[in-house]
């Protein structure tokens, strides 16, 4: 029965350390995701060429545009880490009730074959 709880608490620790990378890339891609259009926006309204009439007019439009989109992206990635640490957690909390299941069985069996 030892086999089996080194077994159990091997392959737990392995889906936490997995939940805890997923959360943490996800969280690391949408920061840079981030701040790669902040970046492209900062280059899209410094390029060179004439900045009045319709050039104006379209670079404050892209530029709001593209601020509301960042902002709800922001705003979505946030809600998504949310969701993704709500869901690490309920997956480590079950893992912790198998694991206490496992070492009940483990124990109903030990006292079961002294009988």
Known sequence: MEKLDEFVDS??????????????????????WTESIKKMQESFVNMGGSKEGPTKEILSLYNSWLTTMMGSSKAFTVEAEKIQE??????????????????????????????
């Open 86 to 115: 709500t869901w690490k957690n309920t997956i480590e909390n079950q893992m912790a009730m198998s694991r206490e299941m496992m070492k009940n069985f483990s124990e109903f069996f030990k006292q079961a074959d002294k009988k």
């Open 11 to 32: 392959w737990v620790k392995s889906q936490e350390e997995f939940m805890e990378n997923w959360v943490k890339s996800q969280k690391e891609f949408m920061e840079n």
